[in-house]
C-alpha cells in the first residue's frame, strides 16, 4: 500500500551476491509541497511549525499552503506559502497534513501515520514527516498593541460542538466575577456572543470588555496583551498559546495529552470525561456524547464535573 506521509526509504538492489546499486531517500534542494489540509485554528497552530522543522532537517525547498498563510509569512521568509487549491509544479513529494478517512470511516493509514486519538494533536504534523515529537509553539507575525490599556485577562467560551464547552451553568459567570473583584477587568473575544443551536445556544457572561465579530488580528492583540487568557480546547486557545500569553485551559471533552502542555490544565479524570481521545466524534451531530443521549441543556449540566471552585482555585495559584 502506498504510504503518503514521509519514509526514509533504503533500496538495495542486489544481482546474485553483488549489490550493484541503492537508493536512500534524500529531499536535498528538493521541491517539497506540504499542505495543511484543515481549516481550524488550532490544528493550523498545532501542525504549522513542524512544517519549518522539515524544511531544516532536510535542507529542502518547502512550499507550504494553509488557510491562515498571513499569520506566518513574515516569521518563515524561506517557505513559500501558497493559497490552499492553488498549483504547484515541478514537484519531488508532497506530504498533506490532516485526519483522513477512508470510505468504510476508518482512519486511513496510507495518509496518517497512526491513530490520532491516543497522541497529542501536534504529534499528527511531526508522525507525516518523519521527525521526532517535541512540542513547538510557531512564530506568528507583529501585532499592533491591545486597546484596552488597564490590567486585564481575555477569555473564550465558545465552540463548535457542546462537547466542547465547559457546561456549568453558572461557571463563567463565578469566573468572571472572581477575577473582577481581583482588581481585573475581562475581556472576551469569541467571535460570537450567543452561538449553539435552539435549545442549546450559550452566551458568554457579561464582562468589561466585549470583542465579538472582530478581525482575528484584534482578537490576537487583545489576547497578546492580556496578563493571562482563559479558555477551552478551542482555536483561540491555541492562539493564546502561541502568543505566548499564559494560557488556563478547562475541558473535560478531551485528554490533558491532547493540547499543549505548557498551560494550567483544568481537568477531572473519571471514566466518562476525555472522550474525545477514546470515542470518534461527530462533527454533525452538535449533542454528540458517547456515554447517553442529550436531550437537554441540562443533561449537559449533569455531565460536567468541573467546577467554578476547582476553576477559581487553579487561578488563585497564578494570581
Known amino acids: 500500500r502506498k504510504k503518503k506521509y514521509f519514509i526514509k526509504w533504503r533500496i538495495e538492489i542486489w544481482q546474485y551476491d553483488k549489490k550493484i546499486k541503492e537508493y536512500i531517500t534524500d529531499y536535498s534542494n528538493k521541491r517539497i509541497y506540504i499542505p495543511l489540509d484543515s481549516k481550524s485554528l488550532g490544528d493550523t497552530v498545532a501542525w504549522f511549525p513542524y512544517v519549518e522543522e522539515f524544511r531544516v532537517k532536510h535542507n529542502c525547498e518547502v512550499i507550504c499552503s494553509t488557510f491562515h498563510n498571513e499569520w506566518f509569512k513574515s516569521q518563515y521568509p524561506n517557505i513559500q506559502f501558497v493559497s490552499p487549491g492553488e498549483s504547484v509544479s515541478n514537484l519531488h513529494a508532497i506530504h498533506g497534513i490532516g485526519w483522513y478517512y477512508n470510505s468504510e470511516g476508518n482512519l486511513d493509514l496510507s495518509k496518517n501515520v497512526k491513530d490520532i486519538k491516543d497522541q497529542p494533536l501536534q504529534k499528527t504534523a511531526s508522525d507525516v514527516l518523519g521527525l521526532k515529537y517535541k512540542e513547538i509553539r510557531p ?113 473535560s471533552f478531551s485528554k490533558p495529552y491532547c493540547e499543549f502542555q505548557d498551560c494550567t490544565r483544568i481537568y477531572v479524570d473519571t471514566p466518562t470525561t476525555g472522550y474525545f481521545n477514546t470515542h470518534r466524534l461527530n462533527p454533525s451531530d452538535w449533542n454528540w456524547y458517547p456515554f447517553k443521549k442529550i436531550k437537554s441543556i441540562e443533561d449537559w449540566y449533569k455531565v460536567e464535573v468541573i467546577t467554578p471552585d476547582l476553576v477559581i482555585e487553579n487561578l488563585s495559584r497564578i494570581l
Open 139 to 251: 512564530k506568528i507575525k507583529s501585532l499592533q498593541p491591545s486597546p484596552i490599556k488597564e490590567k486585564y485577562v481575555s477569555i473564550s467560551i465558545q465552540s463548535t460542538c457542546q462537547a466542547k464547552y465547559w457546561n456549568h451553568p453558572t461557571g463563567w459567570k463565578q469566573v468572571v466575577k472572581y477575577l473582577q473583584n481581583k482588581g481585573y477587568k475581562v475581556a472576551v473575544v469569541d467571535q460570537h456572543r450567543t452561538f449553539g443551536i435552539p435549545g442549546y445556544m450559550n452566551t458568554s457572561p457579561e464582562c468589561d470588555y466585549h470583542f465579538h465579530n472582530k478581525s482575528l488580528d484584534e482578537v490576537m492583540s487583545v489576547i497578546k496583551g492580556a496578563e493571562f487568557h482563559i479558555g477551552i480546547g478551542s482555536g483561540l486557545s491555541w492562539l493564546a498559546w502561541a502568543l505566548n500569553t499564559p494560557t488556563v485551559l478547562i475541558s
